[in-house]
């Protein structure tokens, strides 16, 4: 992956090259990387996960976010946006970059050919580090399969489960199912 641009950023003029643009750049300690965008059924599979997430916690004090949302882990020096996030609670905006939470308890990451090497290993390391994520799920394009990676606590491991097929998704984070049939809805085709 080349970055963005030549030189090293500071994250101000990071943060005004985002302001500037219409496109969106992850950082990472200086170095910028556009964001590719997806393709119709990235897009449609992330939407699904927004819209059934957001039906489902509209009684609780959750918010769901959609890819716009950007995270900053401030101990990286790395900005990044998942695909679909979950806050509950008070959204925490980083003292470094006000347009930037730091509190997720759920980040959903669409995978792509070009990106699910990255968001199974580094980019899931980087957001590892934000003590409030509880959860981190991985849904297929190409096959009805979803992997979740979760933890009860900061301190404690990390725990795999796999959904395939016609398998509800668990979502521990929220202790909230998914009918896996919703989420590939319309995407046959596509």
Known sequence: MEPAVEER????EYNKLEEESDTRYEYHQGEVFA???????HSAIAN???RLLGNVLLSKNCT???SDLKYRIDSLDKSLYPDVSVV???PERSKNDTNALTN???LVEVLSKSTASYDRGNKFHYYSQLSSLREYVLVEQD???VETRYRNAPDQPWKMDWFEGEAAVALRSL???LPMAELYRGTEAL
């Open 143 to 145: 096959a009805w399969k």
């Open 88 to 90: 509950c609670g008070t």
């Open 104 to 106: 997720p308890v759920l």
């Open 9 to 12: 950023l500071t994250l101000a």
């Open 35 to 41: 964001m590719a965008g997806g393709d119709p059924k």
């Open 175 to 177: 202790n909230i199912t």
């Open 48 to 50: 699904s996960m927004g």
């Open 64 to 66: 769901v976010f959609n």
